[in-house]
């Protein structure tokens, strides 16, 4: 999972960076688990445009990630490790002692050959899947369950992990990459260790185009534009914009909460932006 640097032969390739893909063990996924993806274009089905700035990009297959790794107490064995467009981390494909194939998300520590397992009396080593409750404090874990059978949804990303600092009556509560410390029912399970691809976040694109190829179209700034098209726009030379950062629609874009969800308010002991006293 390192990271290689070009030679800088050109402007686009002066800070270029590249993973070296150096853990992958195939090129082709197992194609019964993958299925096409029509890309959107940032588009609605009305055809118009609610989401900008995308369009474009390398066209992708959707693998059949198993988030829920429900087959509890199935061994199964790591059969390959390989490259996913539409997610930042690795997965691996998984052979089941039943003959099931799936596939999951891979963890730093699991290696082809290995066996891990879905089940409250599993070791805690990388891929394995158990219960909160049966997870000693302190340990790392990823794709956590918010809801018990309802399949990981918390720290799902490359090199993302959550850290389980205290268990208390029904819940239990674990540190979040934000910093955000959150209470979950200990009947929900999660997976041992840290999500692959830790590097991923030191990649440097080095130039717009390949950018593109991710699907990414070039980003305006406001101030670049007319009043017409955004509140920031306009005015005699170069402009800062004359009043706080809002979005084009006129809504504030630093610091403006936009939570709205008091159902689950009272699940956050401590909140990842600390109140000033």
Avoid at 218 to 239: A, I, W
């Amino acid at each position: 999972m390192a990271i290689r640097k070009s030679r800088p032969t050109s402007p686009g390739r002066r800070f270029h960076t590249v993973s070296t893909f150096e853990e992958l063990t195939t090129r082709k996924p197992l194609k019964r688990l993958t299925r096409g993806k029509k890309a959107s274009g940032g588009r609605n089905s009305d055809g118009r445009i609610t989401v900008r700035f995308r369009g474009g990009g390398h066209k992708r297959r959707l693998r059949e990630v198993d988030f829920r790794r429900a087959k509890p107490e199935v061994p199964a064995r790591v059969a390959t490790i390989e490259y996913d467009p539409n997610r930042s981390a690795r997965i691996a494909l998984l052979h089941y002692v039943d003959g099931e194939k799936r596939y999951v998300l891979h963890a730093v520590g699991m290696k082809v050959g290995d066996m891990v397992v879905a089940s409250d009396t599993a070791e805690i080593l990388p891929g394995n899947v158990l219960r909160i409750e049966r997870i000693p404090l302190g340990a790392t874990i990823h794709n956590v369950e918010l809801r018990p059978g309802g399949g990981g949804k918390i720290a799902r990303s490359a090199g993302s992990f959550v850290q389980l600092v205290a268990k208390e009556g029904p819940y239990a509560q674990v540190r979040l990459p934000s910093g955000e410390v959150r209470k979950v029912l200990r009947e929900c399970r999660a997976t041992i260790g840290q999500v692959s691809n830790v590097d991923h976040e030191n990649i440097k694109l080095g130039k717009a185009g390949r950018k593109r190829w991710l699907g990414r179209r070039p980003h305006n700034r406001g101030v670049t534009m007319n009043p017409v098209d955004h509140p920031h726009g306009g005015g005699e030379g170069k402009s800062s914009g004359g009043r706080h950062p809002v979005s084009p629609w006129g809504l504030p874009t630093k610091g403006y909460k936009t939570r709205n969800n008091k159902r689950t308010d009272s699940m956050i002991v401590r909140h990842r932006k600390r109140k000033r006293k």
